[in-house]
C-alpha cells in the first residue's frame, strides 16, 4: 500500500489559535482523508512548539512557571482541533520526553561528527522570530518582517550548515516536486544564490533558559527552530531504538504542509539538518498562501484582526467552515477571509446547489414513493449521460487530490451537482410524477445517485455532514472510493429520509467584526 506522513507545522503556544493555524491543519486534515479515500495509507500528525523565547517571555509576563504555563495552553489548540474535527494520528510536544531525548542524541551525533562548532558571535538579532540577521538584511533596526532587531555578541555553537549548499541546489533542482508550488521552489533555489552562512543552534542560558539542554554544555540550550524541525523525525522514532521499523516506514514518506512565511527553515535549515545527519529528505514541502483581510493585509495577531477558528465556526457550524477553507483558496496562493465570502460559498454551493438537489428529490420521493428509492427499470440518455458524468467524478477528484488541489477537487464535485440540478430542471419529476410514475422514478433515481457519489467524494471536507447525507439516502456503508466510482448501487427500496435542510442558508450581519 502506498503511504504518507503529513505534517503541520507546530504551533507556538504563546498564542491562542487563529484562523491561520485553523487553515494549515484543516486542509492537512483534509488532505490526508482524502489520500486515505483513494486508497493511501496515510498518518497526520501535528503538535506545539514550546521552548523559546517568546514563550518564555510571556510566562515571566504572567510569572508562570513556563512548564505549567505549556500545559495549560496546549489544551486550546487541542479542543480547537476537536471542534474542527481534525483526525490526526498524533500530538506531539516539544517538552516531550521522547523528543527532547531525540534533539538531544541528534545533536551529540552531529556534534560528534564535528558538524557543530563553537565561536564568538556578533549578530543583530530578531527577538519576535528567533533569527539572526546579517547587516544587509537589515534597514532601519528593522528585519525584512519588520520588527526591531538588537546586536548581540556571545560564544554560540554553530551548525555547519553551509558546507551543503551546493549538495542542496542540486537536490532540489533534481526533484522538482520536492518543493512545491513551483513559485516557491524558485524562491528557494534564488535564495541560494546567495552564500548560505552556518546556523547558530545555541542561546546561552543566561539569556534564553527555557530549551533543550545542548548535550555537550549544560550552559546552552538548544536555538528552538533546530529544536522544533526535528519534531518530523522524533514523532514518528527518530533515534528511539524500539521504534527503528516505525521510523524506516514512515519517515521518508513525509509530507510537510507549512505557510509560505516559514519556507527557509523547511526547505533550507531542515534538509541541510537530514544530510548532516545522514537521513534522506522528505518527500516534500508544500508551503501554502495567506487568509487575508478584506485590506490584504495577514490576519495575524501581530499584525491586523485576527479571526479565532471557533467565531466563525460558531456561525455556520465546522463542515461548512472546512469547505470554505478547502474550497475558496487554491493551496499555494493567498486569498481572502471574511464573513461575507464564508457565508456567500455556503449558501451558494452547500445550501442551494446541494441543499436544494437533495431537499428537491427527497420530498418527492417521500410524496410519491413512499420514502424509498424507486425502482428504475430503464435508462434514458440524458440520464445515461448524467451517469457518465458522475462516474467519471471519482477519477477527476483523485487526479486533483494526488496535485494536492482540493479546492479543485471540490469543483470536480460542485459541477456534478450543478448538471444534476440542470437534468432535473430539465425533467421536472414534480410535474411527471403527477403523470408518469416511471419517468420520474428515473429522474429521482440519478438524482440520489449524484448525492451518493457527491456524498462520498466530499467526506474528508465534511465527514459529519456527508455521513449524514450518505444516511438520508439510505446509504450505511463506510465512504469508500470504489463506491464513487460506480453509478447504480443505489437499491430500490431503501429508506430515504426528508429531514431539516442540511446546510441553512445564512444572512450576511453587516456588524459582526468577522
Ligand atoms: N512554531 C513555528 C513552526 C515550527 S514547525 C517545525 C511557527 N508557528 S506558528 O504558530 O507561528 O504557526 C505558523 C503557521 O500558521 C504557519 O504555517 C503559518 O503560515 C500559519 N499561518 C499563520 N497566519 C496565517 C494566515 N493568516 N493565513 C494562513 N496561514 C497563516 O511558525
Known sequence: MNRIYFTTPIYYVNDTPHIGHAYTTVVTDILSRYFKLIGYESYFLTGTDEHGQKVQNKAKELDRDPQEYVNEMVIRFQEVWK????DYDQFIRTTDAFHVKGVQSALQALFDK??????????????SEEIFYTSKDVTDGKCPQGHAVQS???????????????????????????????????????FLKKPLEDLCISRPKTRLSWGIELPFDSEYVTYVWFDALLNYATAVGYSNGTRQDEFKKRWPHACHIIGKDILNTHAVYWPC???????PLPQMIFAHGWWLTASNEKMSKSKGPVVKPLDMKNIVGTDPLRYFLARDIYLGNDAQFSQDLVITRVNSELANNLGNLLSRSSNLIEKFYGGEVPNVKESSPDTVQL?????????????????FSPNTAIGHVVDLLTEANRYLEVRAPWKSA?????????SLYAAMECLRIA???????????????????????TPAFEDALHWGLLEAGAKVVKGD???????IKADSGL
Not at 471542534?83 to 481534525?86: A, H, T
Not at 403527477?434 to 428515473?442: G, Q, S
Open 83 to 86: 471542534e474542527l474535527n481534525i
Open 114 to 127: 564535528g558538524e557543530i562548532y563553537a565561536t564568538e558571535y556578533e549578530g543583530l538579532y530578531c527577538v
Open 152 to 190: 548581540i555578541s556571545e560564544k554560540n555553537y554553530f551548525f555547519k550548515m553551509s558546507k551543503y549548499q551546493t549538495q542542496l541546489i542540486a537536490y532540489i533542482e533534481a526533484h522538482p516536486d520536492f518543493i512545491r508550488p513551483d513559485f516557491r521552489r524558485n524562491e528557494v533555489l534564488g
Open 273 to 279: 539538518m537530514l544530510m548532516a545527519l545522514g537521513l
Open 387 to 403: 451517469a457518465k458524468v458522475a462516474s467519471s467524478c471519482a477519477q477527476k477528484v483523485k487526479q486533483e487530490v494526488l496535485k
Open 434 to 442: 403527477k403523470t408518469n410514475l416511471t419517468e420520474a422514478a428515473e
Open 455 to 477: 456524498a462520498i467524494l466530499l467526506h474528508p471536507v465534511m465527514p459529519t455532514k456527508m455521513t449524514e447525507l450518505l444516511s438520508r439516502l439510505g446509504w450505511h456503508k
Open 501 to 507: 435542510p442540511l446546510f441553512p442558508r445564512y444572512e
